[in-house]
């Protein structure tokens, strides 16, 4: 047994081992955890003890392995240790190379540059005809790079292209051009630039051509770099991108001494492309010589570019010179940024009243409930904008959602009665709009927080009137169920439930619904649960399944890639970059050939196997997903696919370290790979808009503080949370206190989780009791997507991990 670690915990890891069976039968290589080594003990001179039984040296091939596996999931400690001791054991060239090559990437990842230039050096001098070899001089240019060696860095990456020619020279050239043109070389720079654009590459090039235009204009050869602007601006129809290119011809001409030319161009993004932000580096440039501009684009303009004091000036000028409805609006947003609320509503309400046939009078009067509610926090107020609105508009597109947004203001004002009311008014006014079931379903939740259980039947049954999908009906009937079971009909609970459960079969509520009617609480652990399975007998029938679905070409075996795929640029390119470390480079020509065959059921299984051998779990997923879609799957029918699909989809990855740390924090370890899967789908390199990063999507500040609280890792960065070692041991660890803050309760925990702990405490307080009701109260809809979505995810894997019958 591993020191510190708990029966339990050793039974996680056993399962883990047992979960890399499913890569095993696609070829993909398996997961061995690192063993500790024997630590050796003293033992006294005096009192002859028998020797322990020696342990055996591992065999090279199985601590390589471990090697990779550690460097895998970002262990980069034990990656090294374990590389090292390889290359004491192992003489063959070959493999020797490759753990040399590992670690100096291992050195890299790890921001020790300096020793990845050793390790990487000490390949390319002792074995210079190696495969490895070429991957090794790109991975000391990029040392190189960081170490601010620019020339080094050049000559490696020209290296990388003369031992492996023709496969990712785009992207090579590209940032040879980059390393010249920091240097100041813009010559050089636009030659390598050429180069790139010369070779084979994923995407059109347009970012690289501008680049190419500038770096011309930088070496002096102004009319290259014009005719290079031009000629993009004939294969684009992008605004922001032509309104850049005149920008930067402008910039070209002004250099040459053509002023009027330059001043051409500017003119033309103000009056073509105003919405783009080089629109507004032009009119700089316009308003800088004196020449005049309509005092409405310069506002508009201004406003767009974030420039709100020129913006409000331009549009007081605008106003005085010739009022509009238009120059009355922006200048009402431009005051809200500004800060100025009460001179803003008063622009707003000038538009609503003197301008009533205006394009912006609906959108100034919305805006203008808003302000109320959300600047001056008058909640009255701004309900009765809503509903004056609706009044005097009521068949404009914006009326059903401007009455759900006034029940919502009544909703967060405590005002229940009122709130129910406004949302009842939905489905009975307008029964065909997006928003008609949600304000029947809302008012019945209103209702029922208030005890009017009878109202609130009523309500959910007018929203089953009007849902739009089995999941909405699923939703109106769980509740009806939840509400005959709060009047006592027992019964009538049991057969709203019913209905639900098979309303929408994969779907949240129909899932909750089951849950209900067994008598399970939410996220009820599986208990035992088996990760093994007969892959290869499993992928067999799946096999015989799509062959009785559809036409296949061949060749066999249908888990081979097959040579067409094989050979596709993308392919090739592909699998490069994710050898030298270039995940999202890879990822994006892997899933321009996934969609590229996605019409394809034979081409896109043979990938699918191809991307989960390369652990590109996402992709895999994807495939797997849509080979069922082109067998008429729709979500509920999948229950019925082969499970090897479905164990794809839904596969314990990173189980040797999700498990370990689920147990060890006592989560059950399906909800763990649940919250995974949702957050990253398994991609450690995973980013999110909020800068959310790695596995479980941790972000930099709550990392900055998991990191000083658990003393660990070493010299830790914001990159440590993509490394999958430390993205696990962190979202455990934050999911475990806020399961501590909740005293248990995993809907607030995930709540709190994925939006933070102070909305979550406020929702508890609203629906301390029922999770249900918890989940209804959530006011921000990624939350509440977050938590249905994972309840859905949570229960696949149950069902195919640890069914109950």
């Not at 008058?378 to 009765?384: F, P, R």
Request: with cysteine; charged share 20%; glycine share 8%.
């Amino acid at each position: 047994m591993m020191p510190g670690m708990s029966p339990l915990v050793m039974r996680w890891l056993a399962l883990a081992v047992i979960a890399s069976q499913l890569l095993a039968a696609c070829q993909a290589p398996a997961i061995t955890p690192p063993v500790d080594p024997p630590t050796a003990t003293a033992l006294p001179t005096e009192t002859p003890v028998p020797l322990p039984t020696p342990t055996p040296t591992p065999s090279p091939d199985i601590v390589l392995g471990q090697a990779t596996d550690a460097q895998r999931v970002g262990d980069w400690d034990a990656a090294r240790l374990l590389y090292q001791e390889f290359l004491t054991l192992a003489a063959d060239p070959a493999a020797r190379a490759e753990a040399l090559l590992g670690l100096g990437q291992t050195y890299l990842q790890a921001g020790l540059d300096e020793d990845a230039v050793g390790i990487l050096t000490q390949l390319l001098t002792d074995h210079p005809q190696a495969p490895q070899a070429a991957e090794a001089a790109f991975l000391r240019g990029l040392a190189h790079e960081q170490l601010g060696r620019p020339a080094e860095a050049r000559l490696d990456l020209e290296q990388f292209l003369s031992l492996r020619p023709g496969v990712i020279d785009a992207f090579v050239q590209e940032r040879i051009g980059d390393l010249w043109r920091g240097s100041g070389a813009a010559p050089e720079a636009a030659a390598a630039y050429r180069a790139a654009l010369n070779a084979p590459r994923l995407e059109a090039g347009i970012t690289l051509r501008v680049k190419l235009g500038r770096t011309l204009a930088e070496a002096g050869d102004l009319d290259g770099a014009l005719a290079e602007y031009e000629a993009l601006a004939g294969v684009t129809s992008d605004p922001s991108t032509l309104a850049t290119l005149n920008y930067l011809s402008g910039l070209v001409l002004e250099e040459k001494g053509e002023t009027a030319a330059a001043q051409a161009r500017y003119m033309d993004s103000v009056l073509r492309f105003p919405d783009a932000y080089d629109a507004y580096s032009g009119l700089v440039r316009l308003i800088e010589a004196g020449v005049s501009v309509d005092s409405y684009l310069r506002g508009y303009i201004d406003y767009q570019a974030g420039a709100y004091e020129p913006a409000r000036n331009a549009l007081d000028l605008a106003i005085a010179s010739g009022p509009s409805a238009a120059a009355h609006y922006y200048r009402a947003l431009t005051r809200l940024e500004l800060e100025d609320v009460y001179g803003a509503i008063e622009d707003l309400r000038t538009v609503v009243l003197q301008y009533p046939d205006s394009t912006q009078r609906a959108d100034a009067w919305l805006t203008l409930a808003r302000v109320r509610w959300t600047r001056l926090d008058l909640g009255a107020e701004a309900i009765q904008t809503y509903l004056d609105f609706v009044a005097s508009l009521p068949g404009r597109a914006q009326a059903p959602s401007a009455l759900f947004s006034a029940g919502r203001i009544a909703e967060r004002s405590n005002d229940l009665g009122q709130a129910a009311g406004i949302w009842s008014r939905l489905p009975a006014e307008y029964p065909e709009s997006a928003e008609a079931f949600d304000g029947g379903f809302q008012a019945g939740i209103a209702h029922f927080r208030q005890a009017a259980f009878g109202a609130s039947l009523a309500a959910f049954q007018s929203a089953e009137a009007v849902a739009r999908d089995s999941g909405q009906r699923a939703a109106a009937l769980l509740w009806t169920g939840k509400t005959k079971q709060a009047l006592g009909d027992a019964a009538g609970a049991q057969e709203a439930w019913r209905a639900a459960e098979s309303a929408d079969p994969t779907g949240y509520y129909s899932l909750r619904a089951a849950d209900l009617l067994a008598g399970r609480p939410v996220f009820e652990p599986a208990g035992v649960f088996d990760f093994s399975a007969d892959a290869q007998a499993e992928k067999a029938e799946a096999e015989a399944w799509l062959r009785s679905i559809f036409t296949l070409a061949g060749p066999e075996p249908l888990s081979d890639l097959g040579p067409a795929l094989a050979g596709d640029a993308r392919w090739v390119r592909g699998v490069e970059y994710l050898r030298l470390g270039l995940y999202s480079q890879a990822k994006a020509e892997f899933e321009s050939l996934r969609r590229s065959v996605e019409t394809d059921p034979e081409a896109t299984y043979r990938l699918m196997h191809a991307l989960l051998g390369l652990r590109m779990y996402p992709g895999a997923i994807f495939a797997a997903r849509q080979v069922l879609q082109l067998a008429g799957m729709d979500d509920a029918a999948t229950q019925g696919a082969p499970d090897y699909f479905n164990r794809i989809r839904f596969g314990p990855y990173f189980g040797e370290l999700i498990l370990p740390a689920a147990a060890e924090a006592g989560f059950d370890p399906l909800f763990v790979l649940s919250v995974v899967r949702q957050e990253s789908l398994f991609e450690g390199y995973a980013t999110s808009y909020a800068e959310a990063r790695g596995l479980m999507q941790v972000i930099p500040g709550t990392g900055a503080e998991l990191a000083a609280q658990l003393g660990w890792p070493p010299g830790y960065s914001d990159q440590d949370l993509y490394r999958p070692v430390v993205s696990v041991r962190f979202g455990v660890e934050y999911l475990r206190k806020q399961r501590e803050l909740f005293e248990g309760d995993l809907y607030a925990t995930l709540a709190a989780y994925n939006a933070g702990p102070g909305n979550a405490l406020a929702w508890k307080e609203l629906a301390p009791q029922d999770p249900d009701l918890f989940l209804e109260v959530i006011r921000i809809d990624q939350p509440y997507q977050y938590i249905t979505t994972i309840y859905e995810v949570f229960c696949r894997y149950r069902d195919l991990y640890a069914p109950t019958t």
